[in-house]
């Protein structure tokens, strides 16, 4: 693995070259995806059943083959494994307790005058969450997205995933079960985000569409942004690590590796103070690359797009990685706590050497869906907010708009707005 | 005013062409707007200033003169009438403390066996704030949008404003002042925003750009999302008022134009279960139109766009104005409290007689930056937390681990993720 120091001459160029990878250009794919959009709002269900032949190579002879039943979530769920039925209660539990945590109040607020301001925080009426299918069925990403909004009281949630051959992962089927999805679709794609976002005879029209997908589905969350709100835009996985001496050469280099194998756009970056901690973690990854089942994949994603960086001091090491604004961030130095005041742009941050990153993707209750690309620097984890929003609530007393409505009226005057300056003038008169 | 009742035989017709009236097509203008980010992107600077040169006629000799000084902004704030300065005040400290009241903090919580797991809030690092110009240059949005930013903590706030024939409006100025605004520019419409997305020579690259705007802003704010995070799409302003026998017709009817003076695409819809208020509602508007100085553009809107429905019941009526989902929506009745749990989508919620909208708009504290085109089904008003972010701590000892890493590893065994089934069963191994 690419050692590289910020004392090289070239330090700036490569570092900027790190950033720029790590952008996602959607406007490639944006006339492709915009008329597969319209075709759905033009078409609705037949338009759908038209990309499921193309892409999931099945014939769908009627509207109701589209659903999924609530019998087959029921069947898989009782055909697991033991094991893993218990993995999947424990996650769920665990990911349901944190979110229960971000759930915020409508709260009031009283003024000695009578005023009374407050807001009033409502779930949306429908949320509509997009899961990747097929060979990439990440059942871990339904618990993910549908707690949330389960959390946030959302009436009707609305699960979209493609089914190549009409074939559904049976762990996805069992996480339907477990979080008691009614309404589950075959459709996958930017058709899918078209068809959640402008409604089909048979797929509701939702408020807010969320969960990852290819750079067509991410480019389709884009572009119905606005007839729906979205979570974010998100691109390929990433890990930054920030490491000392006092950091074990095997850990970083598997945890490196776990965030390569997704994808080979995926991007692994450490920085480090110590020059032998690089050198020893560079061999770790070679070593470990030989026996992972997809070698191949994270091979090209170290190569292409992974980095060890060796900075003088971890204030410079922490500078950098607020710069790469990384979806995951692990901190393996003696002092992680004492680091996060300076830590301002991360996804999760992971600290200390027994919080592997795949603990946060499956187990340990924060959510594992994260901007990448930098977009931490302004995006959250997907979490309950996304599912509610708010209305202000005002309500003044004769004495409040005693009080106030001329200094109200003052200032809708200068703006020119005499029916708003009326509007408060007209209650002064009377009182 | 046109009445409608929804026992009409058409009503449900004319119900769905209210709510299609409200939706704003940003399709037409894209292509414009996508080529105006375009020459932003490629030509910064230099492209800004063919853009005034073309929409606000004067030209821009050099960089420097793209900035507002600081000093103007004082000596505007200076020139003030005293009771205008006292009114900007007044709406400062109490815009102030209401959002100081939304700010959420950094939580974080422990478990038996050590687990550590939270969530970090951290300001964003550079807002960009759009705030239109010249003829309609509003202070107050300027205040509204500036003191979220504020009570968040972002560092460094720039304000982009049209400035028509190089003449910023002196009541602008000073709010710019009162908030201690830095960096303004005499950038206005899509450029602006292109350039508050992207950055120039001049104008520093934000993560979040919020305000309100015409087609043009909108459109744009919607091209550049995801490159930054934006609050919201938002379109004309929008009333509605769910009113019942106790509502006085002259507060109603002014309320009404309140809004409609805003734009002749503005939309000002009364939902009443009394058909006499109904009557004599539409009877003071007419009343009123004629004393606006803007009379002409309310009458506009009120003909096209404006209505009043009779209801059977203020069930039915709820219900209908939850289809809407107003920017503002008026409850002037009897009990108005107590309608609150049926109420689901609306941006701000102003209760009883004494409250008018426009107290919202300028002096009560909520935000004046509200979602409008039925989007208060999933938009929240402009609050702090547009300017924050958040990131989710993970920290597990060698229990937790210990504990919870076999079924996080078989999980993800079951994915087909090697590598991350790996990181953690090397620390069981260790352990």
């Known amino acids: 693995m690419k050692i590289i120091n910020t004392n090289d001459a070239n330090f700036k160029e490569e570092f900027e070259n790190i950033l720029a990878r790590a952008k996602t250009d959607i406007k490639e794919v944006s006339s492709i995806v915009t008329s597969i959009i319209d075709e759905i709002v033009e078409n609705g269900n037949s338009a759908l059943k038209k990309h499921i032949e193309k892409f999931d190579k099945w014939e769908v002879k009627e509207d109701s083959q589209l659903q999924i039943s609530k019998d087959d979530m029921k069947k898989a769920y009782e055909n697991i494994d033991e094991?893993?039925?218990?993995?999947?209660?424990?996650?769920?539990?665990?990911?349901?307790?944190?979110?229960?945590?971000?759930?915020?109040?409508?709260?009031?607020?009283?003024?000695?005058?009578?005023?009374?301001?407050?807001?009033?925080?409502?779930?949306?009426?429908?949320?509509?969450?997009?899961?990747?299918?097929?060979?990439?069925?990440?059942?871990?990403?339904?618990?993910?997205?549908?707690?949330?909004?389960?959390?946030?009281?959302?009436?009707?949630?609305?699960?979209?995933?493609?089914?190549?051959?009409n074939e559904v992962n049976e762990l996805l089927l069992?996480?339907?079960?477990?979080?008691g999805i009614e309404k589950a679709y075959k459709v996958g794609g930017a058709s899918a985000v078209a068809a959640m976002a402008y409604g089909t005879e048979t797929i509701p029209k939702v408020d807010v569409i969320t969960g990852p997908g290819n750079i067509f589905v991410a480019t389709a969350k884009k572009l119905v942004f606005g007839e729906v709100h979205i979570d974010m835009i998100a691109g390929p996985s990433?890990?930054?690590?920030?490491?000392?001496?006092?950091?074990?050469?095997?850990?970083?280099?598997?945890?490196?590796?776990?965030?390569?194998?997704?994808?080979?756009?995926?991007?692994?970056?450490?920085?480090?103070?110590?020059?032998?901690?690089?050198?020893?973690?560079?061999?770790?990854?070679?070593?470990?690359?030989?026996?992972?089942?997809?070698?191949?994949?994270?091979?090209?994603?170290?190569?292409?797009?992974?980095?060890?960086?060796?900075?003088?001091?971890?204030?410079?090491?922490?500078?950098?990685?607020?710069?790469?604004?990384?979806?995951?961030?692990?901190?393996m130095t003696t002092n992680a706590f004492e680091l996060l005041p300076k830590i301002k742009h991360a996804g999760a941050i992971f600290l200390g050497e027994n919080t592997p990153e795949p603990i946060g993707d499956y187990i340990a209750g924060p959510n594992h869906t994260l901007p990448t690309g930098s977009t931490a620097k302004f995006y959250s984890p997907l979490n309950v907010e996304n599912f509610l929003k708010k209305s202000s609530i005002i309500n003044?007393?004769?004495?409040?708009?005693?009080?106030?409505?001329?200094?109200?009226?003052?200032?809708?005057?200068?703006?020119?707005?005499?029916?708003?300056?009326?509007?408060?003038?007209?209650?002064?008169?009377?009182?």
Not at 174 to 179: K, Q
Not at 405 to 416: F, H, S
């Open 238 to 331: 990433e890990i930054g690590i920030l490491a000392d001496s006092s950091a074990k050469p095997k850990y970083l280099a598997i945890d490196l590796l776990s965030q390569a194998e997704h994808d080979e756009m995926a991007s692994s970056i450490m920085i480090t103070i110590d020059e032998e901690v690089a050198k020893q973690t560079s061999i770790e990854v070679e070593n470990y690359l030989q026996t992972l089942s997809r070698e191949e994949i994270a091979r090209k994603s170290i190569e292409d797009r992974g980095a060890i960086i060796v900075a003088s001091s971890m204030d410079e090491a922490i500078e950098l990685m607020n710069e790469i604004a990384p979806e995951h961030l692990e901190v």
């Open 396 to 431: 003044f007393s004769k004495q409040a708009i005693d009080e106030l409505g001329e200094a109200c009226a003052l200032l809708a005057d200068t703006e020119g707005l005499t029916a708003h300056a009326k509007s408060v003038r007209v209650r002064l008169e009377d009182n």
């Open 83 to 165: 094991k893993l039925k218990e993995a999947l209660h424990i996650a769920y539990n665990r990911i349901k307790t944190y979110h229960e945590k971000q759930l915020p109040k409508s709260w009031i607020d009283f003024e000695k005058n009578g005023t009374i301001l407050g807001q009033k925080v409502t779930p949306v009426d429908r949320a509509g969450l997009y899961i990747p299918g097929g060979k990439a069925a990440y059942p871990s990403s339904l618990l993910m997205n549908a707690i949330p909004a389960i959390v946030a009281g959302v009436e009707e949630i609305v699960v979209c995933t493609p089914t190549p051959n």
């Open 174 to 179: 069992a996480a339907c079960h477990i979080c």
